[in-house]
């Protein structure tokens, strides 16, 4: 099932880190040749690429990959140089990005290691923003360019959210708990799951209908919830808890995801290796009018989507210029506004992005919808799978209104499969994937990590996603549908120190950190005047805010 949409395209890959090969094993997995050039031994995903030991510069390339400042303003003829920057940091590992980005979390106790998130995650989030924006430059047609990517910059964007969103940190439960035969994932955000939940344990507890109650007795309600699991099984807990719509998980082994059923479903894992991207994609008739590229400027993008996953993969094209129209339900904004109806970490997410208010299940609603859609280039939504299809807004539906719309959908386990319905939170997500079972705590027990890496790595997953149909649609002219499994990236995550490695007890140790390494935020958005354009550059001005009124801001 390998994607064909680089097919033809030359790289030229002169890394040292582990980022940078990523980055081009995701471009080769789309069809494009990879040369690399490699004086030392080769990480595990450069076995699919040329490797040689000097550089071809009278070569054609269409693309440069470099981390190496040698070779940042080295001449190469009619190619995109794309230099990822990795000052601040001595090697660039994995473990040196997570210390450095402030990435790792406490140990309970004060004398042990802190611990860090199991996989190559920092290294995996680096390479999709180099991949995605490398993909802009070619279809921009940007050749004989050169663009800086910041890796301080994407690393300390991903603790926004804890950052800046306090009430998200105290939600209870959202916690791990034994079950008799592993670790188990539970989770109840809303007040109506808590109520549920209550009943269905038979918690003894005095009573705390509000997320703020529940945080004032967390210790109390994590102890009666622990107590309940640990004489269950997982599978029948999370099973049942699905059921409900609760997002619960069990925390899988690295066999247990390769047995997984979602993914021998999908045709995912095979023969015990991940055999394409975590998406599918599938392209549509050939609309009459061609597509034809000019600017990121000329783009529209609708976007139906909310949390993190799904407005951060907007937010990029937002970010380049292009116009992005969140829609919201008067009776159900997106959940990071908080209860102030604003936060930063929502307007850090939703910059550069208008805003309209719109009930889909008011036919006046859906149709001023399918107007915008006529108008646009792209829909996004990471709604559960039944979800568009319950509004009336199938890909059928979709592709009447405009012939050659992008629909992508990042839901949280995928369009089809057995788990195709149930409902996953990035927790939920990193405790089935094998992320939780690598983050080990000082007592080698699983834990969850600082926060949740699978949400915005999914989200730039999605961007990259799209900015490759947009690229193919240059040469097809027809509309393409794009199913984002966040359990699938998740999983690539998780996946890495397995492949890396044939002796599965080196993962414990792979991600122990040194503490002495020096801790620093890094100042991301300094401006350096005289350099070349850098990816992440924006205004943080968001340009509309919520209304209780429908459609004041259309």
Request: hydrophobic content about 40%.
């Amino acid at each position: 099932m390998k994607q064909q949409t680089l097919k033809g395209c030359r790289i030229l890959e002169l890394s040292t880190t582990h980022a940078t090969s990523f980055a081009a094993e995701l471009l080769r997995l789309q069809g494009a040749y990879v040369e690399k050039v490699s004086l030392k031994q080769p990480f595990f995903c450069d076995s699919q690429k040329v490797l040689t030991s000097s550089v071809q510069t009278v070569s054609e390339w269409d693309i440069v990959l470099t981390d190496d400042s040698m070779w940042r303003y080295a001449c190469f003829p009619k190619a995109v140089t794309v230099f990822i920057n990795f000052h601040s940091f001595q090697t660039g590992d994995e473990r040196e990005l997570q210390v450095k980005a402030g990435w790792l979390k406490e140990s309970e106790q004060e004398t042990s290691p802190s611990i860090a998130i199991g996989g190559f995650p920092a290294s995996l989030l680096v390479a999709a923003h180099i991949a995605f924006v490398t993909v802009c430059q070619l279809l921009e047609g940007r050749r004989e360019s050169t663009v800086v990517v910041h890796v301080a910059s994407i690393l300390a964007s991903a603790l926004h959210g804890r950052l800046f969103t306090k009430e998200e940190q105290e939600i209870v439960p959202m916690m791990l708990t034994p079950a008799v035969d592993g670790h188990l994932f539970i989770g109840a955000p809303s007040d109506e799951q808590w109520a549920f939940l209550t009943r269905w344990a038979q918690l003894d507890l005095p009573t705390c209908t509000t997320q703020f109650e529940r945080w004032l007795q967390k210790s109390d309600i994590e102890a009666s919830l622990s107590k309940w699991s640990s004489s269950q099984l997982r599978q029948e807990l999370m099973t049942l808890g699905q059921t409900f719509r609760l997002p619960f998980a069990n925390v899988q082994s690295h066999q247990e995801v390769i047995q997984c059923p979602q993914h021998k479903s999908r045709g995912f894992i095979e023969q015990q290796r991940i055999i394409r991207s975590p998406w599918i994609m599938s392209k549509g008739l050939a609309a009459n009018q061609p597509f034809s590229f000019t600017s990121f400027k000329e783009l529209q993008i609708v976007d139906l989507t909310a949390m993190w996953a799904g407005p951060y993969c907007t937010r990029l094209f937002a970010d380049l210029g292009a116009t992005v129209i969140k829609i919201e339900a008067p009776h159900r904004p997106d959940g990071i506004r908080g209860k102030s109806g604003s936060t930063p970490f929502f307007e850090e997410l939703n910059r550069n992005k208008k805003s309209v208010v719109l009930d889909l299940n008011v036919e006046e609603d859906k149709e001023i919808l399918l107007r915008l859609i006529e108008d646009s280039h792209i829909v996004v939504n990471n709604f559960s799978p039944r979800v568009m299809g319950n509004f009336g807004l199938t890909d059928d539906v979709l592709q009447l209104h405009n012939a050659s719309i992008i629909h992508a959908s990042l839901s949280a386990f995928g369009q089809t499969g057995p788990y195709r319905d149930y409902v996953g939170y990035g927790s939920t997500l990193e405790s089935m994937s094998g992320i939780v079972a690598q983050t080990l705590d000082h007592t080698g027990t699983p834990t969850l990590p600082l926060f949740s890496i699978s949400d915005m790595l999914a989200g730039v997953m999605g961007a990259f996603s799209i900015i490759l149909a947009l690229y193919e649609q240059t040469t097809t002219h027809a509309a393409y549908m794009i199913d984002v499994s966040q359990y699938e990236v998740a999983t690539m995550v998780a996946w890495v120190p397995y492949k890396h490695t044939s002796d599965a007890s080196c993962v414990k140790t792979m991600h122990k950190c040194d503490d002495n390494i020096i801790e620093e935020t890094p100042n991301s958005w300094q401006v350096q005047k005289g350099r070349a354009p850098y990816f992440g550059e924006h205004t943080t001005y968001y340009k509309t805010h919520y209304s209780k009124e429908k459609r004041d801001s259309l």
